[in-house]
């Protein structure tokens, strides 16, 4: 199997779009914004994962990132529904407001 990407890329690739995606849910005070930035993060460990899988040709890591991808997706529905029911009442996604539902 010839290599065209090095490991190193991966890593510097998949450690930029880590620190992107930290840095939106620091920062960010929009909600789905947030959301977007928790899915970056998750997105970026999968593609660690599968290029360490392919570079020591075990296919282990592309296990964990099908189970990390079916968390993600359950995650984003039940995140995006949550914020829909929140958005009908409030009129808002920003988490400052949000902050204020506490009862």
Known sequence: MIETIPQHGYLLLSTFLFCIGVIGVLFRRNAIIILMCVELMLNAVNLLL???SAYSQNSDGQVFV???MVVAAAEVAVGLALLVSIYRN???TDINVLS????
């Open 50 to 52: 599968v290029s360490f």
């Open 66 to 68: 099908f189970f990390i």
């Open 90 to 92: 409030v009129m808002s």
């Open 100 to 103: 204020k539902l506490k009862g």
